[in-house]
């Protein structure tokens, strides 16, 4: 069935290493999106990508990267560099239409210790 | 300046009564959405309702609707006959438009609401 992949719901990861969060989606949505969350707080969004091969930073984009080689995939790789890196992380897909909502992923819970 | 603000951090409200939760927002844009999603304990967002910028009549999906006043730059989602299934956290958004086909979504910080039996 059709839907957003986000695995694994809880990662955990020491101080210092990099950790990829994936996402997958089969929806044929162009456009895909990384969000984080912090407890009590709204969303932040961190890069996004319109096309494959082409992404943008949003507005808390340091201290993470992404790549789009596929349609279907958008990981989001948190380095060492981001300084506070445990956080809730959301991803989304929008599909072309006329009102742009985006659908969201179950999420990856990370914790750095 | 928040571009959106929800100022009602926890609501308690009885089952089977009408809730407003109050968003209201800032944009110099003339087109622009707004939207309304829950966020069940799960963690997952789900989109619940869509206002847009130019649309003259309240949105409205089943048991949700959105009181838009675009005067005073607000856009209260109203659920009406509550149900425990209700419970979550709510977060308003907003899309901005612009000739750069701007594709993001601002969020506010959210309103837990809790539906007491």
């Known amino acids: 069935d059709g839907g957003i992949t986000q695995s694994p719901k809880y990662l955990f990861r020491k101080e210092g290493q990099n950790v990829t969060l994936s996402c997958e989606q089969n929806?044929?949505?162009?456009?895909m999106y990384w969000y984080r969350q912090d407890p009590g707080q709204g969303l932040r969004l961190i890069y996004y990508?319109?096309?494959?091969?082409?992404?943008q930073k949003g507005d808390i984009a340091e201290g993470y990267s992404v790549s789009r080689e596929k349609k279907e995939s958008f990981p989001l790789t948190v380095t060492s560099a981001q300084k506070n890196p445990t956080a809730f992380y959301l991803c989304?897909?929008?599909?072309?239409?006329?009102?742009?909502?985006?659908?969201f992923g179950p999420g990856t819970r990370l914790t750095v210790t | 300046a928040q571009k959106i603000t929800q100022t009602q951090p926890g609501m308690f409200v009885q089952e089977k009564e009408a809730v407003t939760l109050d968003c209201t927002y800032d944009?110099?844009?003339?087109?622009?959405?707004l939207f309304w999603y829950k966020q069940p304990s799960s963690g997952e967002m789900i989109f619940l309702i869509y206002?847009?910028?130019?649309?003259?009549q309240n949105a409205t999906e089943g048991r949700y609707s959105l009181n838009f006043q675009k005067a005073r730059k607000s856009a209260n989602l109203v659920i009406s006959a509550s149900q425990l299934g209700d419970s979550a956290m709510y977060f308003c958004a907003m899309r901005e438009d612009n000739l750069f086909g701007n594709e993001k979504l601002t969020f506010g910080t959210g309103t837990r609401l809790t539906i007491i039996p």
């Open positions: 990508s319109q096309i494959v091969n082409d992404f």
């Open positions: 944009t110099s844009d003339q087109s622009y959405g």
């Open positions: 989304a897909t929008r599909r072309s239409g006329s009102i742009y909502e985006q659908y």
């Open positions: 929806l044929n949505h162009d456009a």
């Open positions: 206002q847009g910028s130019y649309d003259e």
